[in-house]
């Protein structure tokens, strides 16, 4: 019987075989991704064991439960899912990559200072716990309960049973508050035994994308997180901001305080929060905060040990790089020289002042730099994919690792820079009104003369370690003809070299997303649901209105047009919906012309939309009233388009 050690040596010189005889290689680093990574490695200070050192530092217990579990039984995280991640990178990972992911698959219980603690490793984000003079004051509990839950059970185990007072949400992103119903409950913050505090805006904007944009948006997080990949060497090894998302559903609970533009000074459980505003950075609302009596400075997601995105891979408004970088100065000069320690709600904590200095330098720097290099090559006439391919990178990236390309990249964020001051046109005319890529892929495949030898062009772009451009080749194949079995094999191993390679855990998750898709297929069942009845019922009604009008299809609607006004007693709101044959209007308030009205509660009607009631039940219950033309309503829903939550990506 041959050896592990032999058998994978024998498997790894086969592939050269196999790519000459016109089989594309799964699985394996070619040799041009072999020298790519090398290069890495070789280039970079990789040993250096200071993140490590802070990384461990302050360890106090662990969950010792392999997994945790939601309320239904289904698996929330597992807790050793990563712990293949150890010694040297293999060919298949960028070595750059497999340091952060060693780095961020370190979980625990961690004491920061005294008084300060984190959860680390349980989740995208970390959950911060402020020891205040009576309870806990949670900061950012995590994207689903039951890691946020456990987390505090250790907590409490470890350190004495607390009650928690606050809970404060940083920024508006789901990681940083779906967990709060592992917290606290909505019965307590009602009862004003819990405290709520987010940034201004907090609510309108942790909502708006994921209703307006959410079926896109969740579709695209399968690609950026690999949330389908499998978890190994050849798949899914972190993302580089943290490991990945737990699993379940996300809560909300809206805030009873929101931290003002302006900024301020709030005692919290006899626990000092200076809060400086820092929206439109890398959130629409966002906040940061210094503790005074632990020399403390927390960042949020301003500052996190890598490079963020300008524009996230999932979709969302471009951030400004420029405002970014004046708000790390902004703390640099009020926070920077009294902070003894700069921690945030991803990865670990940067202890002494220097140490703590230099970080919001070169972090300030790196935002600086994207910003004015981009912005110095565009005023020279350069395009965004030119600008991207020669952004280079500032100085310090050689040697401070917190500001690699491992979420965000120069390359990426160059073109989101690009794309916030100059829109997506490169100025070129033919790019202008392109043809859709159906269409253009077809006529690239015949200019080659046919799929055959638009497949021998690619096969040898393969071979010659021109990944990018074999990449071009077989997805225009691909396009073409979707039934093309080859094309669809050639392409999902060029991705995978191109995944093999990357540094930034989003392009690798995106990569081997799109080669398991090619191989596999589009799993319907893949589907990541965010959208639920207690998400749904946290909305504000206009809110919920103007999502139902990005569904509005005008084809579907008939003859029937008018105003429908909705009126929600329970929640004293009311929407009145202008309907006309191409465009529905949603409007806050009443409407006196109305000619169909419906009064119904915000829980019946949040049980209409999930399909869990008819109308005809909820009239026949008393649960809904209608007057005027009924028939309103009924044209009004039946214009809606279903979404397609699992709409194809790799293929048309």
């Known amino acids: 019987m041959l050896k592990t050690g032999y058998l994978a040596a024998a498997l790894l010189a086969v592939v050269p075989l196999l790519i000459a005889a016109g089989e594309p290689p799964e699985g394996v680093a070619t040799a041009a991704t072999k020298a790519a990574n090398a290069k890495v490695a070789k280039r970079l200070p990789i040993a250096d064991q200071t993140?490590?050192?802070?990384?461990?530092?302050?360890?106090?217990?662990?969950?010792?439960?392999?997994?945790?579990?939601?309320?239904?039984?289904?698996?929330?995280?597992?807790?050793?899912?990563?712990?293949?991640?150890?010694?040297?990178?293999?060919?298949?990972?960028?070595?750059?990559?497999?340091?952060?992911?060693?780095?961020?698959?370190?979980?625990?219980?961690?004491?920061?200072?005294?008084?300060?603690?984190?959860?680390?490793?349980?989740?995208?984000?970390?959950m911060t716990l402020i020891a205040g003079k009576s309870?806990?004051?949670?900061?950012?509990?995590?994207?689903?309960?039951?890691?946020?839950?456990?987390?505090?059970?250790?907590?409490?185990?470890?350190?004495?049973?607390?009650?928690?007072?606050?809970?404060?949400?940083?920024?508006?992103?789901?990681?940083?508050?779906?967990?709060?119903?592992?917290?606290?409950?909505?019965?307590?913050?009602?009862?004003?035994?819990?405290?709520?505090?987010?940034?201004?805006?907090?609510?309108?904007?942790?909502?708006?994308?994921?209703?307006?944009?959410?079926?896109?948006?969740?579709?695209?997080?399968?690609?950026?997180?690999?949330?389908?990949?499998?978890?190994g060497k050849a798949g899914q090894v972190g993302t580089g901001l943290g490991q990945s998302l737990s699993k379940g559903d996300l809560?909300?609970?809206?805030?009873?305080?929101?931290?003002?533009?302006?900024?301020?000074?709030?005692?919290?459980?006899?626990?000092?929060?200076?809060?400086?505003?820092?929206?439109?950075?890398?959130?629409?609302?966002e906040l940061i905060f210094y503790l005074p009596e632990f020399k403390a400075l927390h960042s949020a997601e301003v500052i996190t040990r890598n490079f963020h995105n300008v524009l996230t891979p999932r979709g969302a408004l471009v951030r400004d790089t420029l405002k970014w970088s004046k708000v790390i100065d902004a703390m640099l000069a009020k926070y920077g020289p009294k902070s003894d320690v700069l921690l945030a709600s991803h990865h670990w904590p940067t202890w002494g002042s220097d140490n703590v200095q230099t970080t919001l330098k070169n972090q300030r720097g790196l935002y600086r730099y994207v910003h004015d290099q981009t912005l110095r090559q565009a005023n020279q006439g350069a395009t965004m994919h030119e600008i991207a391919e020669n952004i280079g990178e500032p100085d310090f990236a050689a040697t401070d690792f917190g500001v690699r390309d491992y979420y965000g990249t120069l390359n990426h964020n160059s073109k989101a820079v690009y794309q916030r001051y100059f829109g997506w046109w490169d100025g070129?005319?033919?790019?202008?009104?392109?043809?859709?890529?159906?269409?253009?892929?077809?006529?690239?495949?015949?200019?080659?003369?046919?799929?055959?030898?638009?497949?021998?062009?690619g096969e040898k772009a393969f071979a010659s370690g021109d990944y990018r451009w074999?990449?071009?080749?077989?997805?225009?194949?691909?396009?073409?003809?979707?039934?093309n079995e080859a094309a669809k094999k050639w392409l999902a191993s060029t991705y995978e070299q191109l995944g093999f390679?990357?540094?930034?855990?989003?392009?690798?998750?995106?990569?081997?997303?799109?080669?398991?898709?090619?191989?596999?297929?589009?799993d319907k069942s893949a589907t990541i649901a965010t959208t639920n009845a207690r998400v749904l019922n946290s909305i504000p009604a206009i809110d919920l209105f103007d999502a139902m009008a990005a569904r509005f299809n005008p084809e579907k609607m008939g003859q029937t047009v008018g105003i429908v006004q909705f009126t929600f007693p329970d929640r004293k709101e009311a929407v009145s919906v202008d309907l006309g044959k191409s465009v529905m209007f949603p409007r806050n308030?009443?409407?006196?012309?109305?000619?169909?009205?419906?009064?119904?509660?915000?829980?019946?009607?949040?049980?209409?939309?999930?399909?869990?009631?008819?109308?005809?039940?909820?009239?026949a219950s008393g649960n809904m009233q209608v007057e005027g033309n009924a028939l309103l309503m009924v044209a009004m829903f039946g214009a809606l388009d279903p979404v397609d939550p699992q709409f194809n990506i790799v293929t048309p």
């Open 470 to 483: 074999a990449a071009t080749v077989f997805n225009h194949i691909v396009f073409a003809d979707p039934a």
């Open 589 to 619: 308030g009443t409407n006196n012309q109305s000619t169909a009205q419906i009064t119904i509660s915000r829980n019946d009607f949040t049980r209409l939309l999930m399909q869990e009631a008819t109308a005809q039940q909820l009239m």
């Open 135 to 231: 309870g806990w004051i949670v900061v950012d509990p995590l994207t689903t309960a039951a890691p946020a839950k456990a987390g505090l059970a250790l907590a409490n185990a470890t350190l004495g049973q607390r009650p928690v007072q606050a809970v404060i949400f940083t920024h508006s992103h789901g990681d940083h508050f779906g967990g709060v119903n592992g917290v606290v409950s909505a019965k307590d913050v009602q009862d004003g035994k819990v405290q709520i505090i987010a940034p201004h805006g907090f609510l309108r904007e942790s909502i708006g994308e994921n209703v307006l944009a959410g079926t896109t948006m969740n579709r695209r997080v399968q690609f950026q997180f690999g949330t389908n990949l499998p978890v």
């Open 251 to 285: 809560s909300l609970l809206p805030p009873t305080k929101s931290i003002s533009k302006d900024g301020e000074t709030l005692i919290i459980d006899g626990i000092t929060f200076e809060f400086m505003d820092a929206s439109e950075t890398e959130a629409p609302a």
């Open 428 to 457: 070129v005319p033919a790019h202008y009104n392109e043809l859709p890529p159906t269409q253009e892929s077809q006529k690239y495949v015949a200019a080659m003369g046919g799929a055959a030898k638009a497949l021998s062009v």
């Open 51 to 126: 993140d490590f050192e802070n990384a461990n530092r302050g360890f106090l217990a662990k969950i010792e439960d392999k997994q945790i579990l939601n309320e239904d039984g289904s698996v929330a995280w597992e807790t050793g899912q990563f712990d293949f991640i150890k010694d040297t990178a293999p060919d298949t990972v960028n070595p750059s990559l497999w340091r952060q992911g060693k780095l961020n698959s370190i979980h625990g219980l961690f004491k920061v200072t005294e008084g300060v603690y984190q959860l680390r490793g349980y989740d995208l984000a970390v």
């Open 501 to 522: 390679q990357a540094e930034a855990g989003t392009w690798r998750n995106i990569y081997l997303a799109g080669a398991m898709e090619l191989r596999k297929g589009n």
